[in-house]
């Protein structure tokens, strides 16, 4: 394999070479602050109400007890990587957003907010 050489490099290539990474950068900078707001990025692995998820372990159940559940309230639960570790939670989801088993989102594993749709670029 060659080396790339700048000389062969048009002015075009090397301006979406450098847009390319400013735009890795912003996605990287927005990922670091979610992480750091306890926002994981992992994949849903079920959807339905409080019942139809039924019992689980995971490190964050938002759901509420029986007693004060509103039984058409939709949850997700979602698997996401803590290093080696796979750990899940159980989060509300808002009414009428469009997520699907196996879909990647961010999920908070601190506090009980709904589900965001992860975007292609973070």
Same mark, same amino acid.
Request: hydrophobic residues 40%; positive net charge; charged residues 20%.
């Given at each position: 394999?060659?080396?790339?050489?700048?000389?062969?490099? @048009?002015? @075009?290539?090397?301006?979406?070479?450098?847009? +390319?990474?400013?735009? *890795?950068?912003?996605? @990287?900078?927005?990922? +670091?602050?979610?992480?750091?707001? !306890?926002?994981? &990025?992992?994949?849903?692995? /079920?959807?339905?109400? &409080?019942?139809?998820?039924?019992?689980?372990? *995971?490190?964050? %159940?938002?759901?509420? /007890?029986? $007693? %004060? $559940?509103?039984?058409? $309230?939709?949850?997700?639960?979602?698997?996401?990587?803590?290093?080696?570790?796979?750990?899940?939670?159980?989060?509300?989801? =808002?009414?009428? =957003? %469009?997520? !699907?088993? !196996? =879909?990647?989102?961010?999920?908070?594993?601190?506090?009980?907010?709904?589900?965001?749709?992860? +975007? *292609? @670029?973070?």
């Amino acid at each position: 394999m060659h080396p790339i050489r700048l000389r062969h490099l @048009t002015p @075009t290539l090397l301006v979406s070479l450098a847009a +390319s990474g400013l735009l *890795a950068a912003c996605a @990287t900078t927005e990922e +670091s602050a979610r992480l750091e707001a !306890g926002w994981k &990025s992992g994949y849903v692995q /079920a959807i339905g109400t &409080s019942a139809e998820i039924g019992a689980q372990h *995971a490190r964050l %159940d938002c759901r509420p /007890a029986p $007693a %004060d $559940a509103d039984p058409a $309230a939709q949850f997700v639960q979602v698997r996401y990587a803590n290093g080696r570790l796979r750990r899940s939670v159980i989060a509300p989801m =808002q009414p009428g =957003q %469009d997520i !699907g088993i !196996g =879909q990647q989102v961010w999920v908070n594993s601190h506090e009980c907010r709904p589900v965001e749709r992860r +975007s *292609a @670029t973070g």
